[in-house]
């Protein structure tokens, strides 16, 4: 009584093993216990998110969907980001006041999944949303428009390709299932498919294309609201970084793949005359002008000058033919060598100087030229002048600082 018996860490630790390795028992109830550990392991809570960190993303590059990636989102990310924030930014407006409870969802806060259990046992079916319904409908518009867009109105490689219109109804579809599967609820996606190819035939009785998208997304919307809409009863998996960013960068590639689909072989620029040239005939005249060949030429010399020579004295090459301190174009404007001593430079001046004077012509129409001249040939002697006295000053401390040394 009153007195308590201690174990060495170390001979605890023995004892455990020797027991574990001579019992059975003692083995197996281990092994559960590290089954619970690892089961506890799996439920374990997400990485809490900070609401203020959700507002500073949703701050600065919230329009581009940066809060939603942070609260793991993607799909609502992708989707500002297809949108600017919403279609320029209406929804991410809207959603100023509903960040915070995006953190609860996205910590699983035990008030947040009070609510939601609320919510599952008063409504089997999520409730009609109009504003996810309204989404639906316009996202399922706009990726079924840039994919009518993206198809080349012209002959591709002697190629008719206008049936690929059968692939407008896809991506109506996609649109309207990936708003129909953000956040809490969820639905299949072949039931958005079937209800949208049964949609799409009204184009040939509605000739106007946006009318025809918007019958189509709002069929798929309703279907979707219909049969599919169920509540997505457990959290939704989040993945790693390298299979999020897998996904997201596949899904934006595709999506710029269809603009500039539209803008190569349907998008057109105006040339001097006002006339349209489609995009891949400028491209490609571009290609073959005498501008491109120099600058390849060019290029290509580059290289092979730095393959013999290094890219240092490549570079340096590069930054002395720049000019950028303009002693190569104040020579040519005085009209003397690069060799040029300082009395030189300054008799050129004063001999350029005396002759474009403005004073001195008297044709009012030449007198603008002359003026022009003359101020450059100011400019070109001040920066001479200039350069002339620094290396002189170098010079002058290096041999200093050499007779010091000897």
Same mark, same amino acid.
């Given at each position: 009584?009153?007195?308590?018996?201690? /174990? *060495?860490?170390?001979?605890? #630790?023995?004892?455990?093993?020797?027991?574990?390795?001579?019992?059975?028992?003692?083995? +197996?109830?281990?092994?559960?216990?590290?089954? +619970?550990?690892?089961?506890?392991?799996?439920?374990?809570?997400?990485?809490?998110?900070?609401?203020?960190?959700?507002?500073?993303?949703?701050?600065?590059?919230?329009?581009?969907?940066?809060?939603?990636?942070?609260?793991?989102?993607?799909?609502?990310?992708?989707?500002?980001?297809?949108?600017?924030?919403?279609?320029?930014?209406?929804?991410?407006?809207?959603?100023?006041?509903?960040?915070?409870?995006? /953190?609860?969802? !996205?910590?699983?806060?035990?008030?947040?999944?009070?609510?939601?259990? !609320?919510?599952?046992? !008063?409504?089997?079916?999520?409730?009609?949303?109009?504003?996810?319904?309204?989404?639906?409908?316009?996202?399922?518009?706009?990726?079924?428009?840039?994919?009518?867009?993206? &198809?080349?109105?012209?002959?591709?490689?002697?190629?008719?390709?206008?049936?690929?219109?059968?692939?407008?109804?896809?991506?109506?579809?996609?649109?309207?299932?990936?708003?129909?599967?953000?956040?809490?609820?969820?639905?299949?996606?072949?039931?958005?498919?079937?209800?949208?190819?049964?949609?799409?035939?009204?184009?040939?009785?509605?000739?106007?294309?946006?009318?025809?998208?918007?019958?189509?997304?709002?069929?798929?919307?309703?279907?979707?609201?219909?049969?599919?809409?169920?509540?997505?009863?457990?959290?939704?998996?989040?993945?790693?970084?390298?299979?999020?960013?897998?996904?997201?960068?596949?899904? /934006?590639?595709?999506?710029?793949?269809?603009?500039?689909?539209?803008?190569?072989?349907?998008?057109?620029?105006?040339?001097?005359?006002?006339?349209?040239?489609?995009?891949?005939?400028?491209?490609?005249?571009?290609?073959?002008?005498?501008?491109?060949?120099?600058?390849?030429?060019?290029?290509?010399?580059?290289?092979?000058?730095?393959?013999?020579?290094?890219?240092?004295?490549?570079?340096?090459?590069?930054?002395? *033919?720049?000019? /950028?301190?303009?002693?190569?174009? *104040?020579?040519?404007?005085?009209?003397?060598?690069?060799?040029?001593?300082?009395?030189?430079?300054?008799?050129?001046?004063?001999?350029?100087?005396?002759?474009?004077?403005?004073?001195?012509?008297?044709?009012?129409?030449?007198?603008?030229? !002359?003026?022009?001249?003359? &101020?450059?040939?100011?400019?070109?002697?001040?920066?001479?002048?200039?350069? #002339?006295?620094?290396?002189?000053?170098?010079? +002058?401390?290096?041999?200093?600082?050499?007779?010091?040394?000897?």
């Amino acid at each position: 009584m009153g007195t308590t018996q201690t /174990v *060495s860490p170390v001979a605890g #630790k023995d004892k455990t093993n020797d027991t574990s390795k001579g019992s059975p028992s003692k083995a +197996k109830s281990n092994g559960h216990a590290q089954g +619970k550990t690892k089961s506890k392991e799996m439920n374990a809570l997400p990485p809490q998110k900070s609401v203020v960190i959700a507002y500073l993303c949703w701050l600065f590059g919230g329009i581009f969907g940066l809060h939603h990636l942070y609260l793991h989102r993607d799909r609502h990310a992708f989707i500002w980001w297809c949108t600017l924030g919403g279609y320029m930014g209406i929804g991410w407006m809207g959603e100023l006041f509903l960040i915070p409870e995006y /953190v609860r969802d !996205a910590n699983e806060d035990p008030k947040f999944v009070k609510m939601f259990v !609320a919510k599952l046992q !008063a409504y089997p079916k999520p409730p009609y949303s109009s504003k996810r319904f309204v989404g639906q409908v316009m996202i399922g518009h706009l990726f079924g428009q840039v994919c009518s867009m993206a &198809i080349p109105e012209t002959l591709v490689g002697g190629w008719d390709l206008s049936f690929l219109h059968w692939t407008i109804p896809l991506f109506v579809s996609l649109g309207v299932w990936l708003v129909g599967n953000i956040g809490r609820e969820q639905g299949v996606w072949w039931h958005c498919l079937v209800a949208a190819y049964l949609a799409y035939p009204a184009r040939y009785l509605i000739y106007d294309e946006t009318y025809s998208l918007l019958l189509t997304g709002l069929v798929a919307a309703l279907t979707f609201d219909g049969l599919s809409k169920q509540w997505r009863r457990t959290p939704p998996r989040r993945g790693s970084p390298g299979e999020r960013t897998f996904k997201l960068t596949t899904a /934006v590639i595709i999506y710029c793949a269809f603009w500039g689909s539209f803008l190569y072989f349907n998008g057109t620029i105006s040339d001097e005359d006002g006339g349209e040239v489609p995009i891949h005939e400028a491209i490609h005249n571009f290609l073959a002008s005498a501008w491109w060949t120099d600058l390849k030429q060019a290029l290509l010399d580059t290289y092979n000058y730095a393959q013999h020579h290094g890219w240092y004295e490549t570079w340096k090459e590069v930054f002395e *033919s720049m000019d /950028v301190d303009g002693e190569r174009n *104040s020579y040519k404007v005085l009209g003397v060598s690069a060799t040029a001593s300082q009395a030189e430079i300054t008799a050129a001046y004063r001999k350029l100087s005396k002759e474009y004077h403005p004073d001195k012509v008297k044709d009012e129409g030449l007198r603008a030229q !002359a003026h022009q001249r003359f &101020i450059e040939i100011q400019q070109a002697y001040s920066v001479l002048s200039k350069i #002339k006295s620094n290396r002189r000053r170098k010079n +002058k401390q290096y041999q200093e600082e050499e007779a010091i040394v000897l």
